[in-house]
Every structure is written in C-alpha cells, then in structure tokens.
C-alpha cells in the first residue's frame, strides 16, 4: 500500500474534528446527567405531592364519614319530630272536635257561661241543663222545684253529680265550693248566693259509678215570696253556677 501523506492544512482540519467530536460526547453526558437530576427533583416533588393529596384525602374522608353519620342523626331526629308533631296535630285536631261537639251540646260549661234563664211558674218544677265545670271537668245536673216546710214556701234544688268521660283523670270525692246564685235584675245587684260546701264522707259527691250519683238538695234555698218579689222580672229570673277552684277540702 502506498503511504499517504497528510498536508498541514488537512491535518489540522482532522484534529479540529476529532477535538469537537470529544467535546460533543463530553456535552452529551453531562446534558443527561442534568436531565437526570432534574427528572429524580421532579419526582420527589410529585412523590411529596402525592403523599400531601393522600393524607388530605384521608383527613377528608375523616370528616365526609364524621358529617355523614351526623347527618343520618339528624335525620333520625328529623323523622321522631315530624312523628311527634303529628301526633301532636291529630290530638289538637281530636281536641277541636271535641269542643265543637261540646259547644252544640246542651251541657252548661261554667268556664264560658255560667248563667241560666229560668221561666218562672208556679209551682216551679223545672229540669235544668246539665252543666260541666269545665270542657273537661265534672258534670252535674240541676232541678228546681218549689218545697213547703213549716207552710212556708221555699225554691229548693237538687243537685246531682254525673258520671263524666273524665272522671278518671278527676280527683274525688268533689273537692270544691259551688255557689248558686240568684241575680238581681234591678240596680240595686243584691244578688242571693247559696254555698254547697262538699264533704269527703258525702257518698253523693264520691266517684260515680253508675249514671248518676244520689241527690243533694236544698230544700230552704230561697223563700219563694223573695223570689218573685226580688228576683222574678217580666217572668224569668237568672241562676248563675261558679264553681270555687280555689279553695278545696
């Protein structure tokens, strides 16, 4: 083989190539060493930011179940109330039934009006309304009549103590004052006022346990000259019943 025989010029341009040549490789290694470096950085920041999400989750999670279960109470509590208030509607409702049936009775319930118009004849001999101490209190009855003692004539009444729908909620025997009055019509209001005061050993004012207790009556309520002198005006006079929740035995 022949030899060949570089000139200068040609020399230098092969160790100009070979040196950039090196120096390119040498680039080349130290560009991936940095990528390097910078994708290990990138995935520890994404590892670290994985690892935040996570126990941020799990803290979310933490509450979503702690807000879930208190809301499940509520509903619990929401679903009790609503029963209760229902409950309570259907037992005001019942309750206005009852009133409305109690006011289109012909019972007198004393804590709305307690006075009675009594036509005035002779005799008297008149059965008055029932009447109720309360929309839920003790029932009585009442009846006037015209009684001679000793010739001497007399209004007289008999009271009678009935057996009510709430007498087992009520405390017996009757405890309390009744006052039956006459009213006077004129300016004067002289009013006559008897007092039926109860007694515990009173067997007419025990717990009913049959339609209808046995009879109280005042035979000497009121002289009957007094009442028609006094208490009758153009042919009625007035009875009011109160009953003393105040004073018991």
């Known amino acids: 083989m022949h030899k060949h025989y570089l000139s200068t010029t040609h020399q230098n341009i092969l160790n100009k190539t070979i040196l950039k040549s090196r120096h390119r490789k040498r680039t080349d290694y130290r560009s991936i060493r940095e990528m390097h470096g910078k994708a290990v950085s990138i995935l520890d920041i994404i590892n670290n930011e994985n690892a935040r999400i996570k126990t941020e989750f799990g803290r979310e999670r933490t509450n979503f179940d702690k807000n879930k279960s208190e809301i499940d109470q509520l509903k619990i509590v929401q679903k009790q109330t609503n029963e209760q208030f229902q409950n309570l509607f259907n037992n005001f409702t019942n309750m206005q039934t009852q009133m409305q049936q109690i006011k289109q009775s012909d019972i007198l319930t004393l804590d709305s009006n307690a006075s009675m118009i009594i036509s005035y004849v002779y005799p008297m001999n008149a059965k008055l309304s029932t009447f109720q101490t309360s929309g839920y209190g003790y029932r ?8 001679i003692i000793q010739q001497n004539e007399f209004l007289s009444f008999t009271v009678n103590l009935l057996n ?57 309520f009121c002289p009957m000259e007094k009442l028609t002198s006094k208490y009758v005006q153009d042919g009625k006079f007035f009875l009011r019943i109160f009953v003393d929740f105040l004073n018991s035995i």
């Open 140 to 147: 009585f009855s009442v009846r006037l009549s015209t009684t």
């Open 164 to 220: 009510g729908d709430y007498n087992n909620i009520l405390p017996f025997p009757f405890p309390y004052n009744i006052h039956f009055i006459l009213c006077d019509q004129s300016s004067k209001h002289e009013d006559f006022c008897y007092i039926l005061k109860p007694d515990r050993h009173l067997s007419a004012l025990a717990r009913p346990t049959s339609e209808r207790n046995e009879d109280i009556s005042i035979l000497d």
